[in-house]
């Protein structure tokens, strides 16, 4: 049996898959003072026999918890000469020009934590002033009697030759080895020294945390399983084993929420949707990425908490190309200064969460505006509150203050949560340059499929999936997911001039680094894919574009090939193209994937039993409260299409269906949602 769980603000997800090909679904609270604990429910709730598993991938939110609310462990910080305030200095472009009380990111090491050594290399790597061993020492004292338990070590212009950040941090690790240490050029080897030192800073941060966290549940599960096979989910959409995660932890950032676009790629390739958009609604957050050709989109350009005026703290590690916004099920409805209602980003979390849970949660959430207009069902809920209950807080906090029935009130939360939504979504496909109408939207989440519809015509989307494990559509993803590691090297260098012999070596140089490192994973040589990609730039710009290299080495004759993919990409991100102006080569990047074997995706059985399981009344904005029929999923027909208005239930996500939309359920137990009724095929 394989297993695949993924932790979230307020649900732990399961998908297992038995010998047979069947899967197996588990939804349980997130325990966020034990995570463990809620690992282990959700597999005893999906009645998982740990005997049986023989594989076990996780997905966790342990590193971004402790990065955003600042509960990892005192970190020190050793540079070179002259460059402490590197991280105070950031960077001057600000997100929002006119905020006159904008404020840089306070870094997450004190200025008195952050030391200098004399050593000095130059931009071509150097060595002009060498490496003083009595310094370090000096610094590390310094450090023990702070209270220091980590230390990250960057060095000025190290992606070119790291030889004192290595020869540092082996000094560390003999000689206190009590300390956690991080050196830059082990998560990442391009330039940009505020970003580089950031991302060693935050890994350095998380790192005891995610070691003991990763140590102890590869510990428990190993006691009571026999899976040898133990991976974790990264933020580029791959896994790797509990070793490698434990030496970047920084890698799983995104690590739950990726799984999910990852997961939604291989859907499509399935059912032969190629350019996909994901919507992702959980209880704490929404999130949405784009998938153009089956190609999901990884960047090195990650900002942990940026928003449109707060700039954030950059990460150079790959990621996906991700979106995330702070609402979902439980998103709070509040009051601004001004007498204005929103809705997030404070959420209710798992504890209390929506006033529905009766766990003792008194302020309206989308949940409940959901509960209160009957596209979900108390029924449906383990809890004992009444709607009168839920009706009753909704007045006191809502509907007094505006002045407003209860239905408007209700609908007028979801349709803010919405707009938060939709305004993620542009970000994904308007702003950089693609027509959402060539898309089709993937609906994944306990909330995706309640507000897909609604959000795809807002954008103009035809078609809407919502997968057959959606609702926990990111651990099945992580099922489908091979082990994966990025490697890159800053290399400037003009194509006028290229000099083809070095740039084919450094790309041999970092395949074999990737290949070695798959190789301690267990991976078959035969199993071995490498994906090639360049960032290019027209000359006098600042940062480049990322196109792919599809030779086995670059050459003379197939170098314009690449050039006219740049012209191309830099034309739908930016609208122009300068053809006159030389191109400079930034970067050299590889991806490799350990292929794993693939679970096969059984075809959905034919269904027994009437689909319909009652009748009830359902608020839809154009049309008001309408009697409509509730399905129940499992037993809907394959290939027969279901006309709104009507609801599709089922355990842990249901599909409100708007009126003019048409529902069809296909062969592998995908429902595909037609918008707007003018386009039946399928």
């Known amino acids: ?71 990892g462990v005192k970190t020190g910080l050793i540079t070179t000469k002259g460059f402490r305030d590197v991280l105070e200095l950031a960077r001057g472009n600000r997100p929002d020009l006119f905020n006159a009380r904008y404020k840089k990111p306070d870094p997450f090491v004190e200025r008195h934590l952050r030391r200098e050594v004399s050593e000095r290399m130059n931009h071509k790597g150097e060595i002009t002033s060498g490496l003083v061993f009595e310094e370090v020492e000096e610094i590390l004292q310094d450090f023990k009697r702070e209270g220091v338990k980590a230390v990250a070590i960057s060095l000025l212009h190290s992606y070119q030759n790291n030889d004192h950040e290595r020869a540092i941090a082996y000094y560390i690790n003999r000689y206190h080895p009590e300390f956690s240490i991080t050196y830059s050029t082990e998560l990442n080897n391009e330039w940009r020294e505020y970003e580089r030192t950031s991302t060693a800073v935050l890994n350095a941060y998380v790192k005891p945390i995610a070691n003991d966290y990763l140590s102890n549940l590869e510990r428990h599960i190993t006691e009571r399983s026999n899976s040898s096979n133990n991976y974790v989910m990264q933020s580029n959409g791959g896994t790797s084993t509990f070793e490698h995660a434990k030496r970047a932890p920084i890698n799983m950032v995104e690590s739950g929420p990726v799984s999910g676009i990852f997961g939604a790629a291989v859907l499509g390739e399935l059912i032969g949707e190629e350019n996909l958009i994901v919507l992702d609604i959980g209880g704490t957050t929404a999130k949405c990425s784009l998938i153009e050709n089956n190609h999901v989109k990884v960047s090195t350009d990650y900002h942990l908490e940026q928003t449109h005026n707060y700039a954030g703290y950059p990460m150079k ?73 839920l009706k009753k807080q909704f007045e006191q906090s809502i509907t007094n203050h505006l002045d407003v029935d209860l239905d408007t009130a209700a609908m007028g939360i979801i349709k803010i949560a919405n707009s938060n939504m939709l305004n993620a979504l542009k970000l994904i496909s308007v702003r950089k340059g693609h027509d959402p109408r ?245």
């Open 1 to 71: 049996m394989r297993v695949a769980t993924d932790i979230g603000g307020t649900f732990t997800d399961l998908v297992a898959l038995n010998k047979n090909g069947e899967l197996i679904l588990g939804k349980a609270d997130t325990t966020p003072k034990n995570f463990e604990e809620g690992i282990f429910n959700v597999l005893n709730q999906a009645k998982v026999n740990l005997k049986d598993m023989n594989m076990f991938i996780h997905g966790t939110t342990i590193v971004i918890n402790a990065l955003t609310e600042k509960k």
């Open 317 to 389: 590690v790959p990621v996906v190309d991700i979106v995330e916004i702070g609402n979902g099920g439980g998103s709070i409805a509040w009051f601004d200064d001004s007498g204005s209602i929103k809705v997030g980003p404070k959420s209710a979390g798992a504890e209390p969460g929506p006033i529905a849970y009766g766990k003792g949660g008194t302020e309206p959430t989308t949940t409940d505006a959901n509960l209160l207009l009957g596209r979900l069902d108390l029924k449906n809920f383990d809890t004992n509150t009444p709607i009168s209950t």
């Open 438 to 682: 060539d898309f089709t939207m993937v609906a994944i989440g306990g909330g995706g499929p309640m507000h897909s519809q609604d959000l795809a015509r807002e954008l103009g989307v035809k078609k809407v999936i919502v997968p057959s494990a959606s609702s926990v559509f990111a651990s099945w993803g992580m099922l489908m997911s091979d082990l994966r590691h990025d490697y890159a090297q800053t290399y400037l260098a003009n194509t006028q001039n290229l000099d083809f012999s070095e740039i084919n070596s450094m790309y041999q140089t970092l395949i074999d680094e990737a290949i070695e490192t798959l190789e301690h994973e267990n991976v078959d040589e035969n199993n071995i894919v490498v994906y090639k990609t360049i960032d290019m730039r027209y000359q006098g710009q600042d940062h480049p574009v990322e196109v792919s290299v599809p030779f086995d080495t670059l050459t003379e004759d197939n170098l314009n090939k690449v050039i006219e993919a740049f012209h191309q990409k830099h034309e739908q991100l930016y609208t122009y193209t300068l053809l006159g102006n030389g191109i400079e080569i930034v970067n050299v990047k590889i991806s490799v994937l350990g292929k794993i074997e693939k679970p096969v995706i059984k075809k959905a059985e034919a269904p027994h039993g009437d689909p319909v399981k009652e009748e009830r009344d359902v608020y839809f904005e154009a049309t008001g409260w309408e009697r409509v029929k509730v399905y129940d999923r499992d037993k809907l027909p394959i290939n027969e299409a279901i006309e709104g208005p009507a609801v599709i239930e089922e355990k842990s996500t249901t599909i409100p269906l708007n009126p003019d939309d048409r529902l069809v359920k296909d062969e592998y137990g995908n429902l595909l949602i037609h918008i707007g009724g003018d386009n039946y095929e399928l």
